[in-house]
């Protein structure tokens, strides 16, 4: 079972969807390029790019522990940590100015995510390196 295509699949929605909102914003607003001083799109425009700045390294952790068939509870529990901190980050940064409750939980779970695989994936490997005749 590969579990991490399910949180790939979700990540891509999710990054769709923040794209989708900015170029919806740039046809209402008529920005063809940059966020044309107007605060909500370049709100929108941070969290499409925020989204995408992060995903893909926490990610290819989760697809690398995936492949080492960690077990699928912690796939889950991290998956759903990343994804979720993504989605209140973009939410709180596409509708508050500065900090925001989205913001502030969104990042502290990202990292926290993202922590959790690095350290996985380093114990794995240096667990194995040192058990490996």
């Given at each position: 079972?590969?579990?991490?295509?399910?949180?790939?699949?979700?990540?891509?929605?999710?990054?769709?969807?923040?794209?989708?909102?900015?170029?919806?914003?740039?046809?209402?607003?008529?920005?063809?390029?940059?966020?044309?001083?107007?605060?909500?799109?370049a709100?929108?425009?941070?969290?499409?790019?925020?989204?995408?700045?992060?995903?893909?390294?926490?990610?290819l952790?989760?697809?690398?522990?995936?492949?080492?068939?960690v077990?699928?509870?912690?796939?889950?529990?991290?998956?759903?940590?990343?994804?979720?901190?993504?989605?209140?980050?973009?939410?709180?940064?596409?509708?508050?100015?500065?900090?925001?409750?989205?913001?502030?939980?969104?990042?502290?779970?990202?990292?926290?995510?993202?922590?959790?695989?690095?350290?996985?994936?380093?114990?794995?490997?240096?667990?194995?390196?040192?058990?490996?005749?």
């Amino acid at each position: 079972m590969h579990i991490s295509g399910i949180y790939l699949a979700l990540a891509l929605l999710l990054v769709l969807g923040l794209s989708a909102r900015v170029v919806w914003l740039r046809n209402l607003r008529k920005v063809p390029l940059g966020d044309g001083g107007v605060p909500e799109l370049a709100k929108a425009i941070r969290a499409h790019a925020n989204a995408v700045e992060y995903l893909p390294l926490g990610l290819l952790g989760l697809v690398l522990l995936d492949w080492e068939q960690v077990r699928p509870l912690w796939l889950h529990a991290l998956g759903i940590c990343l994804l979720l901190g993504r989605v209140l980050h973009a939410w709180g940064l596409s509708h508050h100015r500065g900090y925001s409750f989205g913001r502030a939980t969104g990042m502290a779970l990202t990292w926290l995510s993202m922590l959790l695989i690095a350290g996985l994936i380093l114990w794995r490997h240096v667990m194995l390196a040192l058990l490996t005749p």
